[in-house]
């Protein structure tokens, strides 16, 4: 299962204090929980996507639902404040969604990422043919991700795609080649993301 957060800087919080809180948030939970793996943490860059601006992107590649039961023991314990208590005095899970992968994500780090909100159609296999398809065209680029949420537990609209590109002129190639589509998937929105700590407020 991928679970994904979507995470605003709280009000009066310094840009500094928030990365380093987040990143010793996320990489202690990362380090300490070998079930979880962090596969993608990022902010809106160039103010390019909707808000909330900051994702953190958690893969359980051997769970499924009873990885949330276990995160529940966790936090009712109280093994988690290690990690939370930091964490929380810097910034909100505005949300947060369940999510299928459509193909084996790819740890993303150091890179300058382009990422697609669609709306998945009714055949996951097209999607993911779909998008095989697109990474062939695009090989400079990554696709590190490629979700549909399970069900409706997860925000609008339901499929997220995060891409790896070499350089913003890049997106030349890629920013309206889904323009006017409908099927097997829909467009909604894109946006721009840096790794926490690199992005351009």
């Not at 979700?147 to 537990?153: A, D, N, Q, S, W």
């Given at each position: 299962m991928i679970y994904v957060e979507y995470i605003?800087?709280?009000?009066?919080?310094?840009?500094?204090?928030?990365?380093?809180?987040?990143?010793?948030?996320?990489?202690?939970?990362d380090a300490t929980?070998?079930?979880?793996?962090?596969?993608?943490?990022a902010g809106?860059?160039?103010?390019l996507g909707p808000a909330p601006e900051y994702l953190g992107v958690w893969y359980s590649p051997h769970a499924d639902f009873e990885r949330?039961?276990?995160?529940?023991?966790?936090?009712?314990?109280?093994?988690?404040?290690?990690?939370e208590n930091v964490f929380r005095k810097v910034a909100t899970i505005e949300a947060a969604g369940c999510y299928?992968?459509?193909r084996?994500?790819?740890?993303?780090?150091?890179?300058?990422?382009?990422?697609?909100?669609?709306?998945?159609?009714t055949d996951s296999n097209q999607t993911s043919r779909f998008f095989e398809e697109r990474a062939r065209r695009h090989a400079g680029f990554t696709l590190n991700l490629l979700?549909?949420?399970?069900?409706?537990?997860a925000p609008e609209p339901g499929g997220i795609a995060v891409w790896s590109i070499p350089t913003f002129a890049a997106l030349a190639s890629i920013a309206?080649?889904?323009?006017?589509?409908?099927?097997?998937?829909e467009l909604v929105a894109a946006g721009t993301y840096a790794d926490v700590g690199q992005e351009i407020l």
């Open positions: 605003s800087r709280r009000p009066g919080v310094t840009l500094a204090d928030f990365h380093a809180a987040v990143e010793t948030g996320q990489e202690g939970w929980y070998q079930e979880d793996h962090l596969i993608w943490s809106r860059t160039w103010r949330i039961d276990d995160w529940e023991r966790i936090f009712r314990g109280g093994e988690a404040e290690i990690h299928r992968p459509l084996e994500p790819v740890r993303a780090r150091g890179q300058t990422y382009y990422v697609e909100y669609f709306r998945p159609g979700v549909e949420r399970i069900g409706r537990l309206s080649e889904l323009d006017g589509l409908r099927e097997p998937i």
